[in-house]
């Protein structure tokens, strides 16, 4: 069954710094998507991506965040000056249309990070 | 604003004993609602999607339905595989970006 990768699985990172995470969307999909979750509450949206342009984000998604196509099979967020409070699980999804008709949004198993 | 909430927070089950989850939304306009299961350290996995009032899917032990108001979630003769976490989210019509709006989720447990 296809399937959303998401490297690495865990990011340490010291506060200030600059973090990449990295996803594979499944190769059909055409909507590409960032989620993060911090440690016991739920999980939020941050920015949706579509026709090579962000299509949507949240109140969260500020100017130190970015995400990117950089080819055809990767989709990247980066966090330019990482804070204490960025500290989440960052899960990348996929889906091939908009809504669930195509088996709904598919999720990667995410990237923990940690600001130290 | 967009609100799911969902209920209860955790629940604790003997095997085979039958229950229901809970969520209630207040949205602009739904597009869909959405059940997920997600186990420790993992990301979602797709459940169903519901789109109108009175529509119902199942899988397996599992069962969703829908009202203007709430979803429920059925899971029929539970077994200890089944415990995770299962989330409700909901797309509505309003935004470009299809984004999801998630509950809190119910922490299920399912024991021998």
């Known amino acids: 069954e296809p399937e959303v990768t998401q490297t690495p699985s865990h990011q340490v990172t010291q506060m200030g710094q600059e973090v990449i995470l990295r996803c594979v969307p499944i190769s059909n999909h055409l909507y590409f998507y960032w989620y993060r979750q911090i440690l016991g509450q739920k999980v939020e949206f941050l920015v949706s991506f579509y026709n090579n342009e962000i299509s949507e984000k949240s109140e969260i998604f500020d100017d130190q965040f970015s995400v990117e196509r950089p080819d055809g099979s990767n989709f990247t967020l980066k966090i330019r000056s990482t804070k204490l409070e960025d500290s989440a699980m960052y899960f990348c999804?996929?889906?091939?249309?908009?809504?669930?008709?195509?088996?709904?949004?598919?999720f990667g198993s995410g990237t923990r990070l940690t600001v130290v | 604003e967009d609100q799911v909430t969902q209920s209860p927070e955790a629940l604790r089950l003997q095997e085979g004993e039958s229950s229901s989850l809970n969520c209630s939304y207040t949205?602009?306009?739904?597009?869909?609602l959405f059940w997920y299961r997600q186990d420790p350290g993992k990301g979602p996995e797709f459940l169903f999607t519901?789109?109108?009032a009175g529509e119902e899917k199942e899988k397996e032990r599992l069962k969703a339905t829908l009202t203007k108001k709430e979803s429920f979630l059925h899971i029929t003769a539970p077994k200890p595989e089944d415990s995770a976490t299962y989330l409700c989210?909901?797309?509505?019509?309003?935004?470009?970006?299809?984004?999801?709006?998630f509950g809190t989720g119910t922490q299920l447990k399912v024991e021998l």
């Open positions: 519901l789109y109108s």
């Open positions: 989210a909901v797309q509505t019509l309003t935004g470009g970006g299809n984004k999801l709006t």
């Open positions: 949205v602009s306009g739904l597009r869909g």
């Open positions: 999804a996929s889906s091939y249309g908009t809504g669930g008709s195509s088996g709904g949004y598919t």
